[in-house]
């Protein structure tokens, strides 16, 4: 009975390093907030597909963003070298072999002050 329950608490899906790092890995210059507001699982138990919803609070840097496609959307949308941007989106992540495999969709944007 006790291992049914610790099998129970099992973490499924990425933590939340691993979310903040893959999103830096994407898109950030520096990170200064991260939050996982909520999360669900929309696959099964061998197969999960996790999506979260999260906000975080960054600052970007042309030298720091890698993807061509995001870069241009931030330079048409006047977003680099700013003050800090809040974002609010989705996360969608899938097992690859040992790892998770994480695709970030941004909903929301707006600047805010330096403080």
Excluded at 6 to 29: M, R
Excluded at 44 to 58: G, H, M, N
Excluded at 68 to 81: A, G, S, Y
């Amino acid at each position: 009975m006790l291992i049914a329950l610790a099998g129970c608490n099992q973490q499924i899906g990425p933590t939340h390093q691993e979310l903040k790092q893959d999103l830096g890995e994407q898109v950030y210059s520096l990170v200064s907030d991260f939050e996982i507001e909520s999360t669900e699982n929309l696959g099964s138990k061998t197969e999960p597909i996790i999506q979260s919803r999260y906000r975080a609070v960054l600052r970007f840097n042309t030298d720091d963003i890698k993807d061509p496609v995001f870069l241009e959307e931030m330079k048409r949308l006047d977003r680099i070298n700013k003050d800090f941007v809040e974002i609010h989106g989705l996360s969608t992540s899938k097992r690859k072999g040992s790892q998770w495999e994480t695709k970030f969709t941004i909903e929301e944007r707006k600047n805010l002050l330096k403080e």
